[in-house]
């Protein structure tokens, strides 16, 4: 089969159903991977999510705040995340991952409705409007997962209305930067208003937008950065927890996730302390998933001086092997390789790094497999049900950028034999 897939022919026109932040040219050839692989791989997902979710309780206490301070919080955001928290936890995310000696490694778990990539189906409908590409799926019974059809599954389950009205909310002059997933939502039956932080305001308790447009259920496209330097968007979100907690209309998510679903809270994972929690079965999970990962910046308190002394020195001997990344960072800005700096930069850049919240991570070598030439990173989706599909970006090997981060960045379509 992959042989046959090798023979079709490539393409690199852009999918012709609107413009999406993820809108990127596509790789010459749509994916084929093994269905049953993923849905294992997602019930790993669902396995070290639990895992994530129990660190407070096992060795913070049960403290929420002193969870996030350990992961190095400023304090003002973490008293954001606390009060736009609704104190329930929805499992839903996208683990962003490498494949690697034939298995997936998570380098980002990004945990939240504000995750990107859920329009990516459009891509798997652009590769099959080509008849020799749809001639081969159905030759081979290939299928693919849209996550926005397990999103508007979802949000119907959350709200207990099979025909909700669903509210969209972004930060403020995001100009419908979320105009693409909300088409895809309306694939699936869905009636959608696309609305920012301003617009938000109450009606009987419930949610309403611009023109007193109730919504059932209300999808957070916003950060708690947006939150941090908006006033308007300070007021938004406590009314949308308060209409939350009495009632009347669903917020998916509050910013429950991010407590969470930081490049900080996997490298907590490979502290002693905690992995002192951990049972046997929970360690061998981490040590297959997670690559080692560890709290290098000076704004980790958990840090005393003489263990940042020590895994400094320890990064400088291992520059080639490692990733400097911003723990809350998005869209790969400030990620520094080791093997792409002279010694000198890296020991000053470890030092002194562009964010007191850096975090080193074990550099994971993504295989070639169908992807020859490329990097790639597998963006797998998962939720209640466990794996819910997948947005594939990859970028040439030879572009010396960051997947995701660099303007030679491709989209991908995977579909699965099962």
Same mark, same amino acid.
Request: with cysteine.
């Given at each position: 089969?992959?042989?046959?897939?090798?023979?079709?022919?490539?393409?690199?026109?852009?999918?012709?159903?609107?413009?999406?932040?993820?809108?990127?040219?596509?790789?010459?050839?749509?994916?084929?991977?093994?269905?049953?692989?993923?849905?294992?791989?997602?019930?790993?997902?669902?396995?070290?999510?639990?895992?994530?979710?129990?660190?407070?309780?096992?060795?913070?206490?049960?403290?929420?705040?002193?969870?996030?301070?350990?992961?190095?919080?400023?304090?003002?955001?973490?008293?954001?995340?606390?009060?736009?928290?609704?104190?329930?936890?929805?499992?839903?995310?996208?683990?962003?991952?490498?494949?690697?000696?034939?298995?997936?490694?998570?380098?980002?778990?990004?945990?939240?409705?504000?995750?990107?990539?859920?329009?990516?189906?459009?891509?798997?409908?652009?590769?099959?409007?080509?008849?020799?590409?749809?001639?081969?799926?159905?030759?081979?019974?290939?299928?693919?997962?849209?996550?926005?059809?397990?999103?508007?599954?979802?949000?119907?389950?959350?709200?207990?209305?099979?025909?909700?009205?669903?509210?969209?909310?972004?930060?403020?002059?995001?100009?419908?930067?979320?105009?693409?997933?909300?088409?895809?939502?309306?694939?699936?039956?869905?009636?959608?208003?696309?609305?920012?932080?301003?617009?938000?305001?109450?009606?009987?308790?419930?949610?309403?937008?611009?023109?007193?447009?109730?919504?059932?259920?209300?999808?957070?496209?916003?950060?708690?950065?947006?939150?941090?330097?908006?006033?308007?968007?300070?007021?938004?979100?406590?009314?949308?927890?308060?209409?939350?907690?009495?009632?009347?209309?669903?917020?998916?998510?509050?910013?429950?996730?991010?407590?969470?679903?930081?490049?900080?809270?996997?490298?907590?994972?490979?502290?002693?302390?905690? =992995? +002192?929690?951990? #049972? /046997?079965?929970?360690?061998?999970?981490? @040590?297959?998933?997670?690559?080692?990962?560890? $709290?290098? *910046?000076?704004?980790?308190?958990?840090?005393?001086?003489?263990?940042?002394?020590?895994?400094?020195?320890?990064?400088?001997?291992?520059?080639?092997?490692?990733?400097?990344?911003?723990?809350?960072?998005?869209?790969?800005?400030?990620?520094?390789?080791?093997?792409?700096?002279?010694?000198?930069?890296?020991?000053?850049?470890? =030092? +002194?790094?562009? #964010? /007191?919240?850096?975090?080193?991570?074990? @550099?994971?070598?993504?295989?070639?497999?169908? $992807?020859? *030439?490329?990097?790639?990173?597998?963006?797998?989706?998962?939720?209640?049900?466990?794996?819910?599909?997948?947005?594939?970006?990859?970028?040439?090997?030879?572009?010396?950028?960051?997947?995701?981060?660099?303007?030679?960045?491709?989209?991908?379509?995977?579909?699965?034999?099962?």
């Amino acid at each position: 089969m992959l042989d046959e897939l090798r023979d079709l022919t490539a393409t690199t026109a852009a999918p012709a159903e609107g413009a999406s932040p993820y809108e990127r040219p596509l790789l010459p050839r749509p994916i084929v991977h093994s269905g049953a692989e993923l849905r294992r791989f997602g019930d790993d997902l669902s396995g070290l999510l639990d895992i994530l979710v129990s660190l407070p309780g096992r060795c913070f206490g049960g403290s929420v705040e002193s969870f996030l301070a350990a992961q190095g919080r400023p304090s003002r955001a973490a008293g954001v995340i606390c009060r736009g928290s609704t104190g329930e936890f929805e499992r839903y995310g996208r683990a962003d991952s490498v494949l690697s000696g034939g298995r997936f490694r998570v380098i980002e778990f990004n945990l939240g409705s504000d995750v990107g990539g859920v329009d990516i189906a459009r891509v798997n409908r652009a590769f099959l409007r080509r008849p020799d590409v749809r001639e081969f799926a159905e030759r081979h019974a290939l299928a693919y997962q849209d996550p926005a059809e397990a999103l508007a599954a979802r949000l119907r389950r959350a709200c207990g209305n099979p025909d909700p009205v669903v509210g969209i909310v972004e930060e403020n002059g995001a100009n419908g930067t979320c105009g693409q997933i909300a088409r895809a939502l309306e694939r699936h039956g869905l009636r959608v208003e696309l609305a920012e932080l301003g617009d938000v305001h109450t009606v009987d308790g419930r949610i309403a937008l611009r023109d007193s447009a109730v919504v059932d259920v209300v999808v957070r496209y916003f950060f708690v950065d947006h939150v941090l330097r908006d006033r308007a968007g300070q007021r938004a979100m406590d009314q949308l927890v308060r209409a939350h907690q009495a009632g009347k209309t669903v917020l998916f998510t509050g910013f429950d996730s991010d407590v969470y679903g930081s490049k900080a809270a996997l490298a907590l994972l490979h502290l002693d302390a905690v =992995r +002192a929690t951990l #049972s /046997a079965a929970e360690r061998d999970l981490v @040590h297959r998933l997670v690559p080692w990962t560890a $709290l290098v *910046g000076s704004g980790f308190g958990i840090v005393g001086p003489a263990e940042r002394r020590e895994l400094i020195d320890l990064c400088l001997a291992r520059r080639t092997e490692l990733v400097l990344k911003p723990a809350f960072g998005n869209n790969s800005v400030g990620v520094r390789f080791g093997a792409r700096m002279t010694e000198h930069e890296w020991a000053e850049l470890l =030092r +002194a790094p562009v #964010s /007191a919240d850096c975090v080193v991570q074990e @550099h994971v070598s993504s295989d070639g497999g169908q $992807l020859t *030439g490329h990097v790639a990173n597998w963006g797998v989706f998962v939720g209640d049900e466990g794996y819910a599909g997948v947005c594939l970006r990859a970028l040439a090997a030879a572009d010396r950028g960051v997947v995701g981060g660099s303007d030679g960045t491709l989209i991908g379509g995977v579909f699965t034999d099962g």
